[in-house]
């Protein structure tokens, strides 16, 4: 038995890891940039907290239905196509021009939440063998815990500096890095 992660298992978990980071910075990031996008749409802060309910919602409500309309596609697919439509869902909220817009985007950007989180625990543990599965269950906690101690307070220090739309267009940019780099990391593992 293998007394340590080979480098082949190591790099698929450290993407999963940082895509983790990634979507809960997303999740998290709105919090911290309310008011800008109220300023921005002269609208009241409350109002541009319905975007944070209805995100919430979406995410708990379509979980379990998207998961049982896509569980036929292998992992490494679904992963992929997750993070791309993640990406791209977030640089539709980086140039909305209307509150709707930015509502459709962030509505994308929760179905795809709820795809990712129905998936990720899954595909760790399957990339690694038996005995390093609790370990690789940390990793994914690992991107979470850092998107709240680092993601949002990173997020906002962004929004403040350049803009709440950067803030958005930088989550896509490094989106679109991780879906690069697990294009050429991440085994075809079997779904379900």
Same mark, same amino acid.
């Given at each position: 038995?293998?007394?340590?992660?080979?480098?082949?298992?190591?790099?698929?978990?450290?993407? +999963? =890891? $940082?895509?983790?980071? /990634?979507?809960?910075?997303?999740?998290?990031?709105?919090?911290? !940039? *309310?008011?800008? @996008?109220?300023?921005?749409?002269?609208?009241?802060?409350?109002?541009?907290?319905?975007? +944070? =309910? $209805?995100?919430?919602? /979406?995410?708990?409500?379509?979980?379990?239905?998207?998961?049982? !309309? *896509?569980?036929? @596609?292998?992992?490494?697919?679904?992963?992929?196509?997750?993070?791309?439509?993640?990406? +791209?869902?977030?640089?539709?909220?980086?140039?909305?021009?209307?509150?709707?817009?930015?509502?459709?985007?962030?509505?994308?950007?929760?179905?795809?939440?709820?795809?990712?989180?129905?998936?990720?625990?899954?595909?760790?543990?399957?990339?690694?063998?038996?005995?390093?599965?609790?370990?690789?269950?940390?990793?994914?906690?690992?991107?979470?815990?850092?998107?709240?101690?680092?993601?949002?307070?990173?997020?906002?220090?962004?929004?403040?500096?350049?803009?709440?739309?950067?803030?958005?267009?930088?989550?896509?940019?490094?989106?679109?890095?991780?879906?690069?780099?697990?294009?050429?990391?991440?085994?075809?593992?079997?779904?379900?």
């Amino acid at each position: 038995m293998q007394s340590k992660m080979t480098l082949k298992e190591w790099l698929p978990l450290l993407g +999963i =890891t $940082v895509s983790a980071f /990634i979507f809960n910075t997303s999740e998290f990031m709105p919090i911290g !940039l *309310l008011t800008d @996008i109220a300023d921005s749409f002269h609208i009241t802060e409350a109002h541009a907290g319905v975007l +944070i =309910t $209805v995100y919430s919602w /979406i995410v708990m409500l379509l979980s379990l239905p998207l998961m049982l !309309l *896509l569980n036929k @596609i292998d992992f490494k697919r679904l992963l992929l196509g997750t993070i791309a439509l993640f990406g +791209i869902f977030q640089m539709l909220s980086a140039f909305s021009a209307s509150y709707g817009m930015l509502m459709i985007s962030r509505i994308g950007v929760a179905c795809t939440h709820s795809v990712f989180w129905s998936i990720a625990s899954p595909a760790a543990v399957k990339i690694v063998p038996e005995k390093f599965r609790s370990f690789a269950m940390s990793m994914v906690v690992t991107g979470t815990s850092i998107a709240m101690i680092f993601g949002l307070p990173l997020g906002r220090i962004v929004g403040l500096y350049v803009g709440w739309r950067m803030t958005f267009f930088c989550v896509a940019v490094v989106a679109f890095l991780a879906l690069i780099y697990m294009a050429f990391v991440f085994p075809k593992v079997e779904g379900g």
